[in-house]
């Protein structure tokens, strides 16, 4: 989790269209929304801004901002959504809230597909995916329901890789990897399987589908 917006970014996001998640402002205000992941920039022309997953999640759980003139900016009382990537020290804790804000981040996705794939295709990854390709996967995992691994034990965990474009999926359970290789597949990946030539642990390789 990273420190939350700021009372003026949660006006500027609580805004947004509340369908395509659009958003209006100033060039500084776009820009600080994008160096936060909460937005992006189109790149074709007219070149608007968007919220991103993280940005619609914190649309969903924004509270309304102080009124009062010269009020001081606080944070807000959430933080801005991260996938689980598995191994993680201080991981959120599961449960029937975390369950919403992992759906909700996903809708955001799938919005995102919508609105920046040509056709508007939801059925393949788009370019915000492209290039946070750990995050990408472990929110499609954790949407499906695939645990996240704890510090120790069982569970899958995404980590970059040097080849462009693909990340690592490491799960100990050969059934659980097979499942989480049948989900990103299911959510536009391609995938597949090799083996640690060093521990003969298998792995999977998964990169966005283009077509």
């Known amino acids: 989790m990273t420190r939350p917006p700021t009372v003026a970014q949660r006006r500027l996001i609580d805004t947004a269209d509340p369908v395509t998640g659009r958003l209006r402002g100033t060039q500084a205000q776009l820009t600080a929304l994008v160096k936060r992941g909460l937005a992006f920039r189109h790149p074709r022309p007219p070149h608007d801004h968007f919220l991103t997953p993280e940005g619609h999640r914190v649309r969903q759980g924004i509270t309304q901002a102080p009124e009062a003139a010269g009020a001081p900016e606080t944070p807000a009382p959430t933080g801005v959504f991260a996938a689980r990537v598995g191994g993680e020290e201080d991981a959120p804790q599961a449960g029937p809230a975390r369950r919403r804000e992992v759906h909700s981040a996903w809708q955001g996705l799938l919005e995102l597909r919508r609105m920046t794939n ?3 295709d939801v059925d393949r990854p788009c370019g915000w995916e492209r290039t946070h ?7 499609a995992l954790e949407a499906a329901g695939r645990p996240p ?8 965990r995404v980590r970059e890789t040097p080849q462009p474009e693909a990340v690592a999926v490491h799960e100990p359970d050969g059934d659980a990897l097979r499942a989480c290789a049948a989900t990103l597949e299911a959510a536009g990946w391609q995938v597949s399987e090799h083996r640690e030539p060093r521990t003969g642990s298998r792995y999977l390789l998964a990169s966005p589908r283009r077509a």
């Not at 390709?133 to 929110?139: G, I, N, T, Y």
């Not at 691994?149 to 899958?156: I, Q, R």
């Open 118 to 120: 040509p056709g508007g």
């Open 149 to 156: 691994a704890g510090p120790e034990g069982g569970g899958y």
């Open 133 to 139: 390709l750990v995050r990408a996967a472990a929110l």
